[in-house]
């Protein structure tokens, strides 16, 4: 009796030309034995409804409307310009090599509407890309007879999958979207609590595509963040306006949602500037600069100020004069400083603390400038020129007015490649802040640099402590000399960066050889200290020799113990290390930054330093910013740090890093390390 009165069912239903269906049948490919598909089809009057179900070996995935920073979405090419709607199921995320994806595993069944000139047959072919460790991109022809009676179950499988598909409501009606800085923020709240969220992008206009989305809620209210670049990799510069679509889920739940991303975010709202933390930051600014002067960078210019003041006698109003031009000369660099910066944030170029040390020029001639300085301290100049030009250069360009404030240039040049505690917060919070408080954070490093110089000016006194000038001056002359002529020498091999070990090699050793013989030549007296430097000169001008000797041999270097095994840097690295649940230690420095070698001797030389970076759960990362790198000047800026030494931990227990004082601490580390262990 029920088979009787199923087909009476489907005669009427025939008769009346309603319903028609078609199969494929389970279909696969010699080229992939990963994965089967199957295709079902119902006519309904001048549409059709199908049901493309794909099954995946374990291991294997395919990909969502918007597969993410990799893969191909699956598509359907019909013979005859027939269009088709999908409807999409929530996918899951996967990470693969630092990769984001967004797709499907196992089974899914995704349906769709096929609109267009409808025949008895339907002819197409489905594209698949189904991935592993490697990828394969699949052909599959479909071929569809609706003369084939309709099939009972399609309708209630059709209806299932529909129900799978997120409404445009249900979780959340007040999502809201902005750019700040390079993230795209998303918040909103909901009826009950967020659970186990979710979020997965389509691509906004232009190419741009969100990374890794880090999702936080607390009761009913949820924050998104998520990493935005354009198509070319490139920082976004607004977002406004944009329509922005996505997936979102909670509690099992998911709904798509489609918004006008707003406006974005200024800066001063991102560094949250309020009176008390601009304070705050103000006196970084200032305690910052003061401790520039204790950096050995700067000492050798201390040095030779030194020296003039005691050239200068009890004659109280030429010391104030000269301290307050060195002070006019620091404040002046600074000024310099800030209106550089201004000009860099106007076109969008690359900033950074120290920065013109990635520039060869730059070095070359702050290379000059130390060796002219190191000879005149020897002497040279006394020596070669009449006694009336001598008499020129010491009231305008030596000891004179004009001189010290080239000294407080000088000695600001100088400071650029040393970070000091205090210095880094404020040149981060300069370099993102507007452009009032880039100026007047820059102008307080500037008078925190320039404040003992003015405090001799202000007390001309605490200069008259000072010995009384005599024979110990010469020896004081020959050591300032000689840390202006080791300046010199280490600017010079930083040209190898540029120029070839050989070749920095090569001015490291003429630099040496000349300084040799002036030395000899401007000795009047030959005293112990006269052979020390004689014989210090010689010996590293024999081992700069030496080095270029061996230079073009192929010596294995020799290590002297344990050293850290690091790896290059990038975001990737620390993501797949998070996902394996090790710890990450980020280094960057640079050749030229002096803080950044200190760090080296005094912490990360240390053995149980070593020890600590070289455990099986710990990935040690290296950035080297001795050159100009977008890498690293991209992953500084998302940090909101434009200095180096930059150093950040990562781990189970500190999923959002934490960034360590510029001086490093060997407990501070090892502490810090140890607590990322969660």
């Known amino acids: 009796m029920l088979n009787i009165f199923r087909g009476c069912v489907l005669l009427l239903l025939s008769c009346m030309g309603i319903a028609y269906a078609a199969d494929t049948g389970w279909l696969t490919s010699p080229q992939n034995d990963h994965a089967r598909i199957r295709f079902q089809a119902e006519r309904h009057d001048d549409q059709l409804r199908g049901l493309l179900t794909v099954e995946l070996q374990s291991g294997w995935k395919t990909y969502w409307r918007s597969p993410g920073e990799g893969g191909v979405a699956p598509e359907i090419q019909w013979h005859n310009g027939e269009k088709a709607q999908w409807y999409w199921p929530v996918p899951s995320r996967f990470e693969i090599s630092g990769l984001t994806t967004q797709g499907y595993h196992d089974r899914v069944v995704i349906p769709m509407v096929i609109t267009g000139k409808l025949a008895d047959v339907l002819d197409g072919t489905l594209t698949l890309s189904t991935c592993s460790n490697v990828c394969l991109l699949t052909d599959y022809p479909l071929h569809l007879d609706f003369n084939q009676p309709p099939d009972a179950d399609f309708p209630q499988a059709f209806a299932q999958a529909m129900r799978a598909i997120p409404p445009d409501s249900g979780i959340s ?21 967020w659970r186990d969220a979710q979020i997965f992008f389509d691509p906004l206009d232009g190419g741009i595509i969100p990374g890794a989305p880090t999702l936080k809620s607390q009761g009913a209210t949820l924050q998104i963040s998520a990493p935005v670049t354009d198509e070319w990799g490139e920082k976004v510069t607004t977002l406004a306006g944009k329509n922005l679509s996505f997936v979102l889920t909670n509690q099992g739940k998911a709904q798509q949602t489609t918004l006008t991303v707003g406006a974005d975010e200024t800066t001063a709202s991102v560094t949250s500037i309020t009176p008390a933390n601009l304070a705050q930051i ?27 003041v005691l050239h200068a006698g009890n004659d109280k109003s030429r010391i104030r004069l000269r301290f307050l031009a060195t002070s006019a000369g620091i404040l002046t660099s600074f000024a310099l400083l800030a209106a550089m910066v201004t000009a860099l944030k106007l076109t969008g170029a690359s900033l950074g603390w120290g920065i013109q040390f990635q520039n060869p020029w730059f070095i070359g001639l702050m290379v000059a400038v130390t060796f002219i300085f190191a000879m005149n301290l020897f002497g040279l100049f006394e020596m070669l020129l009449p006694s009336s030009m001598s008499g020129r250069l010491a009231t305008a360009g030596g000891n004179g007015v004009a001189g010290s404030f080239c000294e407080g240039v000088f000695a600001t040049l100088l400071a650029t490649p040393c970070s000091a505690p205090f210095l880094g917060t404020a040149v981060a919070f300069a370099l993102a802040a507007p452009l009032t408080e880039l100026w007047l954070i820059f102008m307080l490093l500037g008078l925190g640099m320039a404040l003992p110089w003015l405090f001799v000016a202000l007390v001309p006194k605490t200069a008259l402590l000072l010995p009384r000038p005599g024979p110990w001056m010469n020896t004081l002359k020959v050591l300032l000399a000689l840390m202006m002529l080791a300046s010199s020498l280490w600017l010079a091999s930083l040209l190898g960066l540029h120029m070839g070990s050989t070749a920095s090699g090569i001015i490291t050793l003429l630099l040496t050889a000349v300084a040799l013989v002036v030395f000899i030549y401007t000795g009047k007296h030959r005293t112990t200290l006269f052979w020390l430097v004689v014989v210090t000169l010689a010996a590293f001008g024999g081992y700069q020799v030496h080095g270029l000797l061996q230079a073009d041999t192929a010596v294995p270097s020799r290590e002297t113990g344990p050293q850290i095994a690091w790896q290059p840097l990038s975001e990737e690295a620390i ?104």
């Not at 009606?173 to 609590?193: C, P």
């Not at 910052?288 to 040095?303: H, S």
């Not at 710990?618 to 080297?624: E, F, I, M, N, S």
């Not at 909101?640 to 601490?665: C, K, M, R, V, W």
């Open 575 to 678: 993501t797949r290390a998070q996902a394996q649940g090790k710890r990450v230690f980020v280094d960057i420095s640079a050749d030229w930054c002096v803080t950044c070698k200190v760090n080296e001797l005094r912490v990360l030389n240390q053995p149980e330093v070593i020890a600590a970076l070289n455990q099986p759960d710990v990935v040690a990362l290296r950035g080297d910013w001795s050159q100009p790198s977008e890498l690293i000047t991209a992953f500084l800026h998302k940090r909101n740090s434009y200095a180096i030494p930059f150093n950040q931990i990562y781990g189970p227990g500190l999923t959002d890093g934490n960034i360590l004082p510029p001086l490093l601490e060997k407990r501070t580390l090892l502490e810090t390390l140890k607590n990322a262990k969660g």
């Open 173 to 193: 009606d007040d999502l809201v979207a902005h750019l700040s800085g390079s993230n795209l923020v998303i918040s909103g709240t909901t009826a009950g609590e």
């Open 282 to 308: 103000l006196l970084f600014a200032l305690l910052g600069g003061l401790i520039l002067n204790l950096m050995p960078c700067v000492l050798p210019v201390m040095g030779m100020k030194l020296n003039s």
